[in-house]
C-alpha cells in the first residue's frame, strides 16, 4: 500500500510544528489555532487536552487531512513519516488515510452508515486495501477484527445494523473498521466521551490493548484529564489555540507547571474534597478574533502580572522537569509547589443535616412502556424503565441518583414532576399526592416543584428573550406585573451570577454554562421546596461544570432547597449530594449517605461502577512512585 | 458569587432572532435581488393607477401596434395599451394569490396547530379529511370548486384557498409535533404556564419561520394557478385582466405577434422565481440561525 505513498518509516511518526489554522470568511480571517506543535514516536500514545474551543478537534481533523473547506493551514506542518501532510495533494491524504492514518469519533453511532450492515462496512474497508481478497475471505478477516475489539458471536453480528448495537458495541465496531487496515496512527476525537463509565472504562482499556499488539500509535483528543491520564503517555495540554504545557502524562499530573493545568485539575470534583467549593476558573475562553496578544490565559490567571498579558510568551523549557510550559512565571510558580495554588478554597457548606419529615416521599413508583415502538409488536412485552422505586427526599438535602444510561433516572425525575404518567405507585410532596400530569395538578404544588433539564441548548425557547423566559413563572405562579417581574428577574439573574443586561439577550448568544444558570434562575423563579435537577452539568466543560454547581450548592444554603441530583458522573454526585441512591435497571440497588456508598459499597453493582471510573486510574497513576 | 463569567462586556450586538435572520439574510446576493425585484413587481402594481398613462380597457384603432412613446409596450389585438394592462393585471394576480394565501395560511395552521397539540381521535379526523383532498392535483380541487360555484374571482380564490390549505396543515402538524417534545416546553409547563400562552408565545414563534418560507412558495404556486385558472377564464372576467388572462387572450393572436404572452409570461416567471429564491435565502438564514 505504501507503494502509493512516499514515506520515510525511519522518521518519527507525526510531528506537528507550530500548527496555525485561519477560518477565512467573506471579509476576513480568524486564527482559530495559533501555535500547537508535538511530536509522536511509532507506538506512542499522546494526548491533546482541552476545554471546548481550544482547538483539539481542529487539531486532529489537520492530522487527518480532513479540515473543513474554509479553514486552512497558514503556519507551520505536519509531517507524518517525513511526510508534510500540508503540501500533500487530497489523492494522497486519500491513500494515507486507506492505509496508514485511522480515527474514531465521539459519537459511534453516527460514525457508522445506518444503512449497511456491520459486516459490509468491515469488508468495503478491509477490499479497499486488499483489491483481490474475496468477499468470503474478507468477511472472516472481519469476523476476526470483531473478535480482537471484544464483540461477542461476532459472526452473528456481521449481519447486524449499527442501531441494533449499543453505544459501546458500536464504538467498538467503529474500533475494528479503525484497525482494519492495520494503521500505524489512530487519531481517537473523545472517543469514549458519549459512553457510560463501566463501558468508558472497557473502549480504553481495548485501545491500550490493540496499540500493544499492533505497536500502533494514539493520538486522543479529549476534554477530560481523567479518561487521558488511563490512556496516553504524554500529555499536550491546549487553551484558546495554543499548547500551554507538553510533557509526560504522570509528570503533568502529579505537578501541573501552568496554571492553567492547575486549575483544570482543581475543577475536577474527584480532585476536590466533599463539602468544599469546586475550584473555579473565572471568566472565560477569549473570542479568536479578540485575542490579547500576550499570555492567552492571563485574565483568567490567578498569578497574573500586569507584564503577562502584553508580552507574547513561547513555549519555554523548564529545566526542572524538562517539561515544556508557556507561562512566564513556571519557575517561580513551580516553588508553590503542586498544593500551592489550589491551598486556598473556601469553607462549603456543612452536611450534618439532622433528620427532618420528608418534603417528598416516593413509594413504589413503577413505569412500564410497552417494547418495540411499532403497532406490530403491540401488546407483546413490556420494557420497565422503573420498577418499584421507593425514597424520600427531606427539606433542605441533596439526594443522588446515579447510574447509566438507561438506569431509568430521568424517567424517575418525569415521574415526579409528572411530565410522564407512572403506570403505579405514589408520590407524596408535603402531604399531597402529586399525582397525573403537570398541568393537572394543583398549582400550588405545580409551583414548589421545578426542574433544570441537562441540554442546555433546548432548555430555553431560542426565540425567546432570557428575561422573559424567567418572568413566565413569576407571572404565572405569583401574577406579578410587569415591573414587579423585571425587579425580579435582576434579583434572580444576580442569584446565579449574571448581569442584568442579560434580561435583554436571547439564548442563542449565551455559552452553555451561562444558559444553564439561566435555566436555575428559572427554576428558582416561583420560590420553589424542591429542584429536579437532571443531569444539569453533563454537557458542560469541567470548568463550566464547577461555577454551576458552585451556584446550586450557594442557593442550597441560602434558600433552603432541597435537590434531586440525577447524574452519571459518580464523583460530581457524590460532590453534592447528602445521600445516593444507586440506580440499575429500573431499581435502586443500594441507597445511603455519599459517604457510606462510597466508602464502603454492599451492592456488587455499586463497586463495578466506583472501580471503572477513570478518576481510580488517575489516583493509581498519581499514587504511584514519586518523580523527583 | 461566581461573577466573573456573566459580566456582559464582551457581548456582541446581537438583536432578536428577527434580527439576526435578517443579517444573515442580507449577505444572501440572490436572495437580497429577488427581494428587490420583487419589491418593484408588488410596486409597479400598487401604483398602476399612477404609472399606467393609459386607460387599461380603452380600446383604441391602433390594433397590436408595437411600443411607441404613448403605448411603450405596444397594444393587444383590440388596440388596448398593454402595459396599463399588465400593471392592472400584475395588481389582480397578487391580490387574488395573497388572498387564497392568505386564507389557506389561517385556516391551515389553525387545523395544524390543534391538530398537532391536541392529538388524539381529533387528529386522527383532521389529519384523513386532509389526506382526501391531498390525494388530488390542487390545480384539480381548485377547478373543481369553481366548476361547481361557476367562474368568478372569489370563487377561483376560495379553490385555491381549499388546493393549498393541507399543505400547511401537514407542514404545521409535523412542527407542532416537534417541537412539544422540546425540553424549553416541558420547561415551561413546569413553570406553571398555561397551554394557550404555551402555544402564543413558545410554538407560534418557533415555528413561523417554515411557515413563512411555506407562504412564499405557495406564493409563487398561487400565481401560477391563479394565471391558469384565468387562462381557462375561470377566474377573472373581461374586461378586467389578470396575467393568466393577458396570456390566455394573448395566445389567440400568437400567430401575429409573440409580445402579447412574452411580457405576462416573464412577469409571471420572474415573480415565481423572486418568491422560491426569497423562500431559499429565508430557509438558509432561519437554518443556519437553529444551528447556534
Known sequence: MSAQVDVDVNAPLLHVDGLALDLHRRHDTVRLVDDVGFSMAAGESTAVVGESGSGKTLTALAVLGLLPPRIRIARGSVVFRGRDLAAAGSRELRALRRSQISAIFQDPQSSLNPAFSVGNQLVETIRCSHHDMSRRAALDHAADLLDRVGIPTPRQRLGYYPHQLSGGMAQRAMIALAIATRPALLVADEPTTALDVTVQAQILDLLASLREEHGMSLLIISHDLDVVSRIADRLVVVYAGQVVERGETRAVLRAPAHPYTQALLDAQPAHGRKGTRLRVIPGSVPPPSAMPGGCRFASRCDFAQPQCAVTRVELLTATTSGREVRCVRHADLALLGAGGVGAARGEGAGNGAAPRAALLRVTDLVKRYPSGASAISRGRGEHVAVDAVSFSVEPGETLGLVGESGAGKSTVGRLILGLTEATSGSVVFDGVAADGPNRRRPRELRRRIQVVFQNPYATLDPMMAVGRTIAEPLQAYEGLDRGACRQRVDELLAKVGLDPSFARRYPGELSGGQRQRVAIARALAPRPDLIVCDEPVSSLDVSTQAQVINVLEELQRDEGLAYLFIGHDLALVFHISHRVAVMRQGRIVEIGSAEQVYGSPTHPYTKALLASRPSSAMKQVLDATPIF | ?292
Not at chain 2, 404613448?70 to 389582480?92: E, K, N, P, Q
Not at chain 2, 416541558?186 to 404556564?193: D, I, K, L, P
Not at chain 2, 419561520?209 to 377566474?235: C, D, H, R, Y
Open chain 2, 1 to 292: 458569587m461566581v461573577l466573573a463569567a456573566g459580566t456582559a462586556a464582551a457581548a456582541p450586538a446581537w438583536g432578536s432572532g428577527a434580527q439576526r435572520i435578517w443579517r444573515r439574510y442580507r449577505r444572501d446576493r440572490i436572495a437580497m435581488a429577488a427581494l428587490i425585484v420583487l419589491v418593484i413587481i408588488v410596486g409597479a402594481g400598487l401604483l398602476a393607477g399612477v404609472l399606467a398613462r393609459n386607460d387599461p380597457n380603452a380600446v383604441t384603432d391602433e390594433v397590436l401596434a408595437s411600443p411607441t412613446t404613448a403605448h411603450i409596450l405596444g397594444t393587444d389585438d383590440i388596440g388596448r395599451d398593454l402595459f396599463s394592462r399588465v400593471l392592472y393585471g400584475i395588481r389582480f394576480s397578487f391580490l387574488a394569490s395573497l388572498v387564497a394565501v392568505a386564507a389557506a395560511t389561517v385556516v391551515g395552521c389553525s387545523v395544524g396547530l390543534v391538530s398537532g397539540y391536541v392529538g388524539g381521535r381529533l387528529d386522527s379526523v383532521l389529519m384523513r379529511t386532509t389526506d382526501a383532498v391531498l390525494a388530488f392535483p390542487g390545480l384539480l380541487v381548485a377547478m373543481a370548486i369553481v366548476g361547481i360555484l361557476g367562474p368568478g374571482v372569489q370563487n377561483a380564490m376560495l379553490g385555491l384557498a381549499v388546493a393549498f390549505m393541507p399543505a400547511f396543515v401537514r407542514l404545521v402538524r409535523g412542527q407542532v409535533l416537534a417541537i412539544r417534545e422540546e425540553p424549553y416546553i416541558e420547561a415551561a409547563t413546569v413553570s406553571g404556564v398555561r397551554d394557550r400562552d404555551i402555544v402564543r408565545r413558545h410554538v407560534l414563534p418557533n415555528i413561523a419561520g417554515p411557515v413563512i418560507v411555506q407562504v412564499l412558495t405557495t406564493m409563487s404556486l398561487a400565481l401560477l394557478a391563479e394565471g391558469a385558472l384565468s387562462f381557462l377564464g375561470l377566474s377573472v372576467q373581461p374586461p378586467a385582466s389578470s396575467l393568466g388572462s393577458l396570456l390566455g387572450r394573448g395566445f389567440s393572436v400568437v400567430n401575429e405577434t409573440i409580445r402579447l404572452i412574452l411580457v405576462p409570461g416573464l412577469v409571471i416567471t420572474i415573480a415565481c422565481w423572486a418568491f422560491n429564491s426569497i423562500a431559499d435565502g429565508l430557509r438558509e438564514s432561519l437554518s443556519a440561525d437553529s444551528e447556534g
